[in-house]
């Protein structure tokens, strides 16, 4: 009899503990909160999405909690949010966090803007158009295009690693100067580098052909328009930091994403022309960075799937897929890197799985 309740009450000790070390908080289901920020709430049902499906998948990824990395998985189809769920801390819905490298899908989207109220001429500009005094003293960079920095083809040899950490501890005081003064590895156009450096400096093209903050003029002309207000954009010396700087809600990431997937209107507004949408979600270049991803303007692109992505380290993504006028965004702990990530492939997954209760 002692052995029997030594058992039981080992067994209830083990449940306990596995139950407090679970990352995620309780399923409660999938119905999003209307918080009056702008979106239209409807069930799955209502759009044509099977509603019991789509809820066991939310519930599989949460009671199973092995992606301990997300924080939020919201669904939305046809301008409409119809189902969200907050993984770990319920005021994820307004609370900001980084989105990472999801800012370089943004500066894509005001390059198009800045193209069309002709403040830059044209994309095939050289950067010396723009940055004649930062480039005095670096003529190499004299040919680097603004495209050859969208589609980070820049050659210039900028370690996302190594030199982003420097970046960001030592040099807030001259960006322009620590990057234009890096080697180059090979000639502009020519080869795919991933680099945060080449957007900080197509962002900052723009704003020095503005003569004011880049997030002043996108507020103004954009961001204000589609009601994307609760967010913040990190400068150095002055530059909106163009490759990772801007924290926001899912909610509001999501409106990025959404104004994508409506080819640039918004409630009967043409923001940006459907045609640099276009462009902008087409491949410009084949990355042999991430398979089965090809990149765009600072856009990502799965073609076999067609669906094109925002996408952040740690796990921030947004994918848009056009078939279906469907958008799927999730976020994630944003301080994780490598193998700890949530990645592409684990996200893409997921869509699929959505995208199959579809009607």
């Known amino acids: 009899m002692k052995k029997y309740l030594f058992f039981l009450l080992l067994s209830v000790f083990i449940t306990a503990c596995l139950k407090e070390e679970s990352p995620f908080l309780p399923f409660t289901g999938i119905q999003p909160r209307d918080i009056q920020d702008g979106w239209e709430i409807a069930t799955p049902n209502q759009e044509n999405m099977d509603e019991a499906k789509l809820s066991n998948i939310f519930r599989a990824l949460q009671e199973d909690g ?16 119809l189902a969200e769920t907050y993984f770990k801390d319920e005021n994820d819905i307004s609370i900001t966090q980084p989105i990472w490298s999801c800012t370089k899908q943004v500066l894509g989207i005001l390059t198009g ?8 001429k044209d994309i095939n500009d050289p950067i010396s158009n723009y940055l004649s005094d930062d480039l005095k ?3 190499d960079k004299n040919s680097i295009s603004l495209e050859n920095l969208l589609t980070m083809r820049s050659g210039i040899d900028f370690d996302e690693v190594a030199d982003f950490s420097i970046l960001l501890q030592n040099e807030q005081g001259n960006t322009l100067n620590f990057l234009l003064g890096m080697p180059m590895f090979s000639e502009p156009g020519q080869q ?38 609760n967010y913040s954009w990190l400068k150095y010396d002055g530059y909106n930091v163009g490759g990772h700087g801007i924290s926001t809600t899912p909610r ?32 410009q270049t084949d990355t042999g960075v991430v398979s089965d991803y090809s990149f765009g303007y600072h856009w990502w692109i799965n073609e076999k799937e067609g669906i094109y992505f925002m996408a952040g380290s740690g796990g921030q993504f947004a994918a848009i897929v056009p078939a279906k006028n469907l ?10 890197d490598g193998d700890q990530e949530l990645g592409f492939d684990t996200f893409l ?11």
């Open 137 to 139: 003293e670096h003529p």
């Open 113 to 120: 803007l800045a193209i069309e109220k002709e403040i830059i």
């Open 192 to 229: 795919f580098h991933y680099s945060s450096g080449d957007s900080h400096l197509a962002g900052a093209c723009i704003q020095s052909a503005l003569g004011r903050t880049l997030e002043a003029w996108a507020d103004e002309l954009l961001f204000s328009k589609i009601g994307f207000t």
């Open 252 to 283: 509001e990431m999501a409106k990025i994403a959404q104004l994508v997937l409506n080819q640039g209107n918004w409630k009967g507004e043409q923001l940006i022309t459907s045609s640099w949408i276009n462009k902008m979600t087409t491949t």
């Open 327 to 336: 958008l799927v965004v999730s976020t994630a702990e944003h301080d994780t």
């Open 66 to 81: 092995s992606l301990y990395q997300l924080r939020s998985l919201l669904v939305f189809r046809n301008n409409k949010l």
């Open 349 to 359: 997954e997921i869509v699929k799985k959505i995208i199959a209760t579809t009607q």
